[in-house]
């Protein structure tokens, strides 16, 4: 397995170095990031024409000026879109990749979509990273089947599981009428899969706990916010993926 040192050793941006001005998940915040060393966490999604963006939200409305799903825009109609304000758009996954263009590892969480599987998913999000073979990177997702999937496709890459331990609400599983059982076999799910991949990447209030400190993998904690916080979790935590300040 190809392990990307920089990620377990260089604290890693959270959706790009993003700032007043510049906004999360956009090429100027992927940008600084590369140029000040640190490694870029980001996020990939489908548009209705199953193309991949660059985008955390499951809707538009926070971000842009705009309302609605993602997975219902069409890639022209969100290139239309605006983010928080400035002249950034939403980036196509391979423009995040052209922008960082190998200086600094990507640690990529793909998004939970109901009714795209993990073969699919995986397969596209592959068919845009072989274009740039200088890329160190790595997989995660809390859609269990996702990074099982990306495993299974290419074993020489690291591939995680994203963790929580909350109380979750019936949006958490996207409206399901079953979200309570859901709910309840989630986080044993989420153990087991990460058990037979690489790491784990775990809210950082749920640090430490007896089952974090019995995972054999790497750890990584989400989201830092603070120098102070930061110095906490490292007793715990391999690495951290942080925000609003420069470790």
Not at 199 to 222: C, D, H, Q, V
Request: charged share 25%.
């Amino acid at each position: 397995m190809k392990v990307p040192e920089k990620l377990l050793t260089t604290p890693i941006a959270h959706r790009g170095l993003h700032t007043d001005g510049i906004p999360e998940n956009s090429l100027a915040a992927f940008e600084e990031a590369a140029k000040c060393g640190y490694p870029v966490e980001t996020d990939v999604r489908f548009t209705r024409d199953r193309t991949l963006v660059t985008f955390h939200d499951d809707t538009v409305d926070r971000m842009t000026d705009a309302s609605g799903n993602v997975s219902a825009f069409p890639l022209a109609q969100l290139r239309e879109l605006r983010l928080a304000g400035t002249q950034e758009r939403i980036p196509l996954f391979e423009e995040c990749l052209e922008t960082i263009a190998g200086r600094v590892p990507l640690l990529l969480e793909i998004k939970d979509m109901p009714g795209v599987s993990g073969k699919e998913v995986a397969e596209a999000v592959y068919a845009v990273i072989r274009k740039f073979p200088a890329l160190e990177y790595a997989v995660q997702s809390f859609q269990p089947a996702y990074p099982a999937a990306y495993k299974k496709l290419c074993p020489d890459v690291m591939c995680g599981m994203l963790g929580i331990d909350k109380t979750y609400t019936k949006e958490d599983f996207h409206g399901s009428p079953f979200w309570r059982v859901k709910a309840k076999l989630l986080p044993d799910v989420c153990m087991r899969t990460a058990k037979k991949l690489d790491f784990i990447s775990y809210f950082t209030e749920n640090y430490p706990s007896a089952k974090l400190a019995a995972f054999r993998g790497a750890k990584f904690a989400w989201t830092v916010r603070t120098p102070e916080e930061m110095a906490r979790v490292k007793q715990y935590a391999d690495n951290v993926i942080f925000e609003g300040f420069r470790p």
